[in-house]
């Protein structure tokens, strides 16, 4: 059984940062892999990043790669995402996953199949 609360959402400028926390609850965290989705307005929810359980692989959307970095303290029970060079396109509420199924995949923890916990989400709103 795992519990993730989001925060760290806000008001930030283009080209502005944010980093977002998601702080997991439950005595398994560690097995966990962990990803990131967010969702505009009249939008479907969009994978945004993901990590393995063991930290060691990661995966990103193409819009985001190179600007977001997925990373995670197990020791805090915590997985954050840094955002730099904001865009406006980036606003949406984010939304923490994660998941227990092994063999990690880029591909298959890029879609919402795998995660069986969500957080509650925190707005990011980029402004121009």
């Known amino acids: 059984q795992v519990q993730l609360v989001e925060s760290g959402g806000g008001l930030v400028q283009a080209g502005g940062s944010l980093r977002l926390s998601c702080a997991a609850s439950?005595?398994?965290?560690?097995?966990?892999?962990m990803g990131w989705f967010r969702q505009a307005p009249g939008k479907e929810r969009e994978f945004v990043a993901a990590?393995?359980?063991?930290?060691?692989?990661?995966g990103y959307e193409d819009s985001v790669k190179g600007r977001f970095t997925i990373s995670g303290d197990t020791a805090k029970n915590t997985v954050y995402l840094q955002m730099r060079s904001l865009k406006p396109e980036d606003s949406a509420v984010y939304y923490c996953?994660?998941?227990?199924?092994?063999?990690?995949?880029?591909?298959?923890?890029?879609?919402?199949?795998?995660?069986?916990?969500w957080g509650q989400g925190t707005q990011v709103t980029v402004s121009s």
């Open positions: 990590i393995s359980s063991n930290g060691g692989n990661t």
């Open positions: 439950g005595r398994t965290f560690s097995r966990y892999s």
């Open positions: 996953a994660a998941t227990g199924t092994p063999y990690y995949t880029s591909s298959y923890f890029a879609t919402e199949g795998p995660y069986d916990y």
